[in-house]
T-cell receptor
Framework: QKEVEQDPGPLSVPEGAIVSLNCTYS??????FMWYRQYSRKGPELLMY????GNKEDGRFTAQVDKSSKYISLFIRDSQPSDSATYLC??????????FGGGTRVLVKP | EPEVTQTPSHQVTQMGQEVILRCVPI?????FYWYRQILGQKVEFLVS????????KSEIFDDQFSVERPDGSNFTLKIRSTKLEDSAMYFC??????????????FGSGTRLTVV
């Protein structure tokens, strides 16, 4: 079983729709959870991070963590064409190493 | 906004040659990292570096790889004898703190290494 699993997509939505992304993980030691956005041939850009179960909101973005189910989600409200990118979940246990999911490609169509 | 700078953006090298990838982390950051992403695959951790020594490394980071902070601003990744399978995007990252802090964990735009 892979440590972090993420549907590769592509996920295509119309402009203004809610984008729903998720990752599952198998390692109970993961304590910190992040979502990154990556445009083509660019580095990952941190969007959200959290270390507790529950919801965290930042503008149009909401991150959810359910440690009991080993499941995390990212919701993007009022999606824009500029949100078209690959979204990566990443997780960290103790130490500094981030473990990434494979990324979900999102296309927001005008 | 402060950023992590990587040079070159693209490097082509012949198999067996040595390459050095360069990074300038954000100036007040203390932890430095290298990750790689083979085309179509996950971003993978290679190594973390703190206080002039390696703090953690993955199984990918074998004897062919080394890291150095030669001066107060640069952080380099050296691959001694490149193989075709080393072709990937290499990302440098830095963070102000380590362990339990994620704030400011910033990636550069990457160096695309092509081994021919």
């Amino acid at each position: 079983q892979k440590e972090v699993e993420q549907d590769p997509g592509p996920l295509s939505v119309p402009e203004g729709a809610i984008v729903s992304l998720n990752c599952t993980y198998s390692n109970s030691a993961f304590q910190y959870f992040m979502w990154y956005r990556q445009y083509s041939r660019k580095g990952p850009e941190l969007l959200m991070y959290t270390y507790s179960s529950g919801n965290k909101e930042d503008g149009r973005f909401t991150a959810q963590v359910d440690k009991s189910s080993k499941y995390i989600s990212l919701f993007i409200r009022d999606s824009q064409p500029s949100d078209s990118a690959t979204y990566l979940c990443a997780m960290k246990a103790a130490g500094n190493k981030l473990t990434f999911g494979g990324g979900t490609r999102v296309l927001v169509k005008p | 906004e402060p950023e992590v700078t990587q040079t070159p953006s693209h490097q082509v090298t012949q198999m067996g040659q040595e390459v050095i990838l360069r990074c300038v982390p954000i100036s007040n950051h203390l932890y430095f990292y290298w990750y790689r992403q083979i085309l179509g695959q996950k971003v993978e951790f290679l190594v973390s570096f703190y206080n002039n020594e390696i703090s953690e490394k993955s199984e990918i980071f074998d004897d062919q790889f080394s890291v150095e902070r030669p001066d107060g601003s640069n952080f380099t990744l050296k691959i001694r004898s490149t193989k075709l399978e080393d072709s990937a995007m290499y990302f440098c990252a830095s963070s102000p703190l380590g362990q339990n802090e994620l704030y400011g964990y910033t990636f550069g735009s990457g160096t695309r290494l092509t081994v021919v």
